[in-house]
């Protein structure tokens, strides 16, 4: 977007032409745009705009990994799939995302039990929600159902009709192979 006039680099004003190409960008640091001038390159924009879009490149992934469902979807059947999804039409029937999380917007509707690794509910629901670590219910939420998970969360707002079941994290499988891992290994050794 900026660039350095070609006036400006052969007049013997040094000082003022760093500091106009340094004012738009944060991202360069003093030694970067020094062997940038240092090299003469008339086209400074296109190697300070690359350190400034590298911060944006996770969130893009971030958004590529969930997939969405649009107002204007009906799902009538069983939902599944291995990837975190972003809910906001309606789906009636069975949702069941087992290691991944499931956000159910403020626009969704969902007449079916659900079953996912994480839970987040702005819309409506009607049937249980099985959420293996979390359940979220969000101030716009309303729920008519039971809950079984390890934690919950429900803010001011938010209507629930049902049952909370908490469950206890299993500590005691992972600790018992553990110490299954130990003594193989022991056993092993001598």
Known sequence: MWKARPEEKPSGSAAPAPSTTNTPTSTTTPATTAATNAAGAGN?????ARPALTPQ???????????????????????????DLYLDGEVEGNVDLKQHSLTVGPHGRV????RAREVIVHG?????????E???LKKSAVLT???????????DGAYFKGAIDLQ?????KSHSAEHRREISLSASAG
């Open 44 to 48: 400074t924009s296109a190697s300070t």
């Open 168 to 172: 206890k994290e299993k500590e005691g």
């Open 124 to 132: 409506k629901v009607d049937g249980n929600i099985a959420g293996d």
């Open 145 to 155: 159902g039971d809950i079984t998970t390890q934690r919950i969360m429900i803010e």
């Open 134 to 136: 979390k359940v979220e």
């Open 111 to 114: 007449r079916a039990n659900i």
């Open 57 to 83: 490149r996770p969130a893009e992934n971030f958004r590529a990994e969930v997939a969405h469902i649009g107002k204007s979807v009906l799902i009538k059947g069983e939902l599944s799939g291995s990837e």
